[in-house]
């Protein structure tokens, strides 16, 4: 694999600063960080497909129809927010993986 260049690494400095502020701008970008950085958008991924399946709340009235509906819309939400995420899913995917981040940045 041919090294990165340093309009790449700058790049993928910049999303992760989307995580993790202006600290990613230090590090190191090298493969161990594209790693991580795509197991955390596979997380995101999980995690999003999991919220849209997440019940919307309830209102009183008819339990079996507010079930049947939130069943299609889950579906729904799922099918029409295929390339989107949750800035939930993102924050605590990055949250949990700024150590591994810091580390893999420094070589180890």
């Known amino acids: 694999m041919e090294p990165l260049t340093t309009e790449e690494k700058k790049e993928f400095q910049e999303i992760l600063s989307y ?12 493969m161990n960080v594209l790693e991580l950085l795509e197991e955390l958008l596979r997380k995101n991924d999980s995690c999003s497909k999991y919220m849209d399946m997440v019940p919307r709340p309830f209102y009183f009235g008819n339990t079996l ?23 939930v899913c993102l924050k605590a995917a990055a949250i949990g993986m700024r150590t591994k981040f810091q580390t893999a940045s420094m070589g180890l």
């Open 19 to 30: 995580f993790y502020g202006d600290q990613a701008y230090n590090w190191n970008i090298n």
């Open 65 to 87: 129809k507010w079930g049947s509906k939130q069943a299609r819309n889950a579906i729904l939400r799922h099918l029409k927010n295929r390339d989107k995420s949750y800035y």
